[in-house]
């Protein structure tokens, strides 16, 4: 084993970042659209009341 | 057995903004945890510097297990009280148990390939590791292609109990079968240069996984507290 191990080291911190950053955008874009729809479904229940 | 109609939200949405702080802490250790791991450890005797990359392959393994007992608990819960919270907190832990079974699928392989010469073999640990994550992916589906809402909890909740089962046999694989993987690593079967970081990197990756259910979680109650206000609509504006 050699130095040029290095190389699968930086690529496996690589992947987990890659990976847990992009679950985490997903979330954070998730939470945005669903908030979204869920006040235009309040919204449009509130226009049913009326 | 009956469960409570879905028609009746049975849950409070939580506030998506609340776990801020916690997330940016949980990110926070993360990075202190890899940089305190790959600074302090010394390089392993027989594989040199690619040790480290156990820092977040193993943390990553028990995550995946931890997440999927989480599937069975609340599964279970849901098949027995017929909550639909239970439900809604089943599937954020599968979601966000699948992501680390692949990512540890992937680590596992970039570990492999210096170390045994192969980046894939067909080997008891990996096969099954791979099963689970299948079966998981499955559950994903599952959820995404059942409508009905009552018919998607109890279903994904049965298919969630039985591919959590998987889990122990994951775990035991090595032991089982004759296997290229090692046998389980813990801080009881290591050099102690190599304990902290392994345990700080698991507390890390443990409060990630708790603040990604949590965010998957509202995610999940968003979606169907806005199902229950078209279905109040739909049924002459009553609240939702």
Redesign the interface.
């Known amino acids: 084993?050699?130095?040029s191990?290095?190389m699968?080291?930086i690529?496996?911190?690589s992947?987990?970042w890659v990976?847990?950053l992009g679950?985490?955008a997903r979330?954070?874009r998730?939470?945005r659209r669903?908030?979204s729809?869920?006040d235009a479904?309040?919204a449009?229940?509130v226009e049913?009341?009326r | 057995m009956t469960f409570p109609s879905m028609t009746a939200r049975s849950f409070v949405?939580p506030r998506?903004g609340a776990w801020r702080w916690f997330g940016a802490f949980a990110?926070g250790f993360?990075i202190f945890t890899?940089i305190l791991a790959i600074m302090t450890s010394p390089p392993d005797r027989?594989?040199?510097?690619?040790q480290?990359?156990m820092y977040?392959?193993v943390p990553?393994a028990w995550i995946t297990f931890l997440s999927f007992f989480v599937v069975l608990l609340f599964s279970a819960r849901y098949l027995w009280k017929g909550r639909e919270k239970d439900d809604l907190l089943a599937a954020a832990a599968a979601e966000?148990g699948a992501?680390f079974n692949?990512?540890a699928l992937?680590?596992g392989m970039?570990?492999g390939?210096?170390a045994w010469g192969v980046w894939w073999t067909w080997d008891a640990r990996l096969t099954s590791t791979l099963v689970l994550f299948l079966i998981f992916i499955g559950y994903l589906a599952l959820r995404a292609f059942v409508d009905d809402a009552q018919r998607r909890a109890q279903w994904s909740a049965v298919v969630g109990a039985l591919g959590a089962i998987n889990v122990p046999i994951v775990y035991m694989s090595v032991r089982w079968w004759r296997t290229l993987h090692q046998i389980q690593s813990n801080p009881a079967s290591m050099d102690p240069a190599y304990v902290l970081g392994l345990r700080a990197n698991a507390f890390a990756f443990l409060f990630?996984m708790i603040y990604?259910i949590r965010?998957?979680y509202?995610?999940a109650c968003?979606?169907r507290?806005?199902e229950h206000?078209?279905e109040?609509?739909a049924l002459?504006?009553?609240?939702?």
């Open positions: 084993m050699t130095g191990n290095w699968f080291v690529a496996a911190y992947v987990t990976v847990i679950y985490f979330l954070y998730g939470v669903e908030q729809a869920y479904a309040l449009g229940t049913e009341e | 949405v998506p990110f993360l890899q027989d594989m040199g510097d690619l480290k990359i977040v392959h990553a966000v992501t692949g990512l992937l680590l970039i570990w390939r210096p990630i990604f965010q998957r509202v995610i968003l979606q507290a806005t206000a078209a109040a609509v002459g504006g009553q609240q939702a």
